[in-house]
């Protein structure tokens, strides 16, 4: 199994055990779902339970989670749109610093397939929800939530370059 950290932060952001598409060659996404989550008790992450099932569990003190931000600690965050480029481009310079260091001949891939993808993530501001690692620190990593086009079906975006590979 391997288990991505994030490069900044040492922080575990997910793991293969969750579907993974490397897009672009710049970003991962990664499917997640929303799971029941009752306290105490063994976590399913099966199928989505029928609405009466839902309510069901909820009526026992459970509470519905994102599976990836449940099972890494993933925080919440929120930016506005001049904020975020903000934190972009400090941790752009980062993660462009650490494959000088130790990938120099990928430094022109990504900063150039960052750019576009940026672009792409400034155009549908408005469609992403923000996560940080469990440490919270603002220099690491911003996980990106969207859904699919089908509107239900949730995903993470993280940046390739960003991330370091764990054999588990």
Known sequence: MLLFSDIVTEDEMFSDAFPLKVVDDIVCEVDCAMIIVKPGANI????NPSAEEAEEAMEEGATQENNVVYSFRLQKTSFDKKSFLTYLKGYMKAVKSHLEKSNPGRVEVFEKGAAIYAKKIVGNFKDYEFYTGESMNPDGMVAL????EDGITPYFTFWKDGLKEVKL
């Open 145 to 148: 939530l969207n859904y699919r």
């Open 44 to 47: 399913d992450i099966g199928a």
